[in-house]
């Protein structure tokens, strides 16, 4: 089957989109509104790109009639969010933070997660999540209803039995993130195994280096 985004309706490419392009990982992404209200909200358009700088992505639509979330209106008050992730035990705490509330709500104690003041940014993280990023906006790039939020990783929280000793290896016997696949389906990351380069070319190939 093939399939003309160009004349496709929006609904539909998002279906396709999001049917094949998993799993996604979690963000619980915590923010202050101007009143300084604590704000969560879960989103699956995210990931990271870039390592020097550490740079995330984040893109978030905007409510149906048009309005901005509260996570939009938070980070374009502050240029600041913090970026929490997901694994099972805060699984249904993730989706009761994607309920959406009026902003006088707090959505991290309503959820039954407890707040924990940030180190660089104004907002918090939520001590529960096995791994916080305290992030700064660098860029904003907006299309039609959605906004694509570049943020820079300042300062990095992970929860310690998360870590082997040695500070470096996670221990994926403990970190186990969810990610989401379609519709209201998840997978956890439960089953891993790895894949390692061969150590020597394939007779007749040329190799330069890993990639």
């Known amino acids: 089957m093939d399939f003309d985004f160009t004349q496709l ?17 979690i963000a619980l992404v915590t923010t202050l509104s101007p009143a300084g ?14 390592q020097e700088p550490p740079i995330i992505i984040l893109g978030i639509q ?3 009639d048009g309005t901005k979330k509260d996570t939009v209106v938070n980070i374009e008050e502050d240029g600041e969010f913090v970026v929490n992730m997901v694994d099972l035990s805060l ?8 309920v959406s509330y009026e902003p006088d709500v707090d959505e991290i104690a ?27 906006v660098v860029e ?4 039609d209803r959605r906004s694509i939020i ?6 990095m ?9 040695n500070g470096r290896h996670v221990r994926p016997d403990v970190y186990q993130p969810i990610a989401r696949l379609h519709a209201d389906n998840y997978i956890v990351s439960d089953n891993q195994f790895q894949l390692k380069p061969p150590t020597e070319p394939r007779p007749g190939i040329k190799a330069s280096g890993t990639v």
């Open 110 to 136: 309503t959820a039954g997660l407890t707040w924990v003041p940030a180190q660089q940014v104004r907002g918090g993280r939520i001590a529960e999540s096995p791994c916080a990023m305290e992030c700064k």
């Open 9 to 25: 309706p929006a609904e539909d490419r998002y279906r396709l989109l999001v049917s094949f392009i998993v799993p996604r990982p």
């Open 91 to 98: 699984s249904e705490a993730m989706i009761d933070c994607g």
């Open 150 to 155: 570049l943020g820079q990783v300042l300062q």
């Open 62 to 64: 905007s409510r149906p």
């Open 37 to 50: 209200v604590p704000n969560a909200a879960p989103m699956s358009f995210f990931n990271v790109f870039s």
């Open 140 to 143: 904003t790039i907006r299309y």
């Open 157 to 165: 929280h992970v929860r310690d039995d998360c870590m082997h000793e």
